[in-house]
């Protein structure tokens, strides 16, 4: 795959997993603090973004960065690696209710 079909590829991504999570272009930019009119440009593949804009958009789009290029209808593996990070959000958060109900009850 070359630079052009890779671009084309992550400016489709972006439009489809946006409007799949129905977001305006407007929300979009708003959650990934860019402006609407750069995510234009991003979807009608007239730039591509630094690496903290592509991760930004990915973050609003509640993604991982590397998924914008995959081509759709990709099978995304759940490595062990983040299914160690999910299990240490959960213990963490959950850890922290316990902690708040236990504090809740002594009263």
């Known amino acids: 795959m070359n630079a052009k079909e ?21 929300n979009l930019a708003e959650l990934a603090n860019v402006s609407s009119a750069y995510i234009s440009e991003i979807e009608n593949q007239k730039k591509i973004g630094k ?3 592509i991760a930004a958009i990915a973050n609003a789009l509640e993604v991982e960065p590397y ?6 209808g990709s099978v995304i593996s759940h490595n062990e ?24 009850l002594k009263d």
């Not at 890779?6 to 407007?26: D, F, M, P, T, V």
């Not at 998924?67 to 759709?72: D, G, R, T, V, Y």
């Open 81 to 104: 690696r983040r299914t160690k990070d999910l299990m240490k959000r959960l213990r963490a958060n959950f850890s922290e209710l316990v902690d708040t109900m236990e504090d809740f």
């Open 6 to 26: 890779l671009g084309k590829l992550y400016a489709e991504n972006i439009k489809r997993i946006r409007l799949l999570k129905n977001l305006s272009q407007e």
């Open 51 to 53: 690496f903290e804009t």
């Open 67 to 72: 998924e914008l290029f995959l081509p759709a």
